[in-house]
């Protein structure tokens, strides 16, 4: 519900988590594990595949790190469009 005090935050169709990983996938160097996440990542099952690909790989930490980087500028332009002043 939209009032003068609140504003909805994006939801998850908004937010697209699967563009967040689509985009991670394609930052990894190496070609063989690049090309095997976004596998991963192609149809029924994605999140699981590509968190247990992730994880085989040692590369959860890097995800997150990553993931959370994508969520905080999308806070920021959520903030900038609604004349809010972001701060950590």
């Given at each position: 519900m939209e009032t003068e005090h609140y504003l909805p935050l994006p939801d998850r169709f908004e937010i697209h988590e699967y563009s967040i990983m689509?985009?991670?996938?394609?930052?990894?160097d190496g070609e063989?594990?690049?090309d095997d996440?976004?596998?991963?990542?192609?149809g029924r099952g994605a999140f699981r595949r590509f968190k247990d690909r992730i994880q085989a790989y040692g590369m959860a930490e890097a995800w997150y790190r990553y993931r959370d980087a994508a969520l905080r500028e999308i806070?920021?332009?959520w903030c900038e469009?609604?004349?809010?002043?972001?701060?950590e």
């Open positions: 689509g985009r991670f996938c394609l930052s990894v063989d594990m690049r996440l976004c596998d991963a990542i192609r806070a920021i332009a469009e609604h004349g809010i002043t972001y701060t």
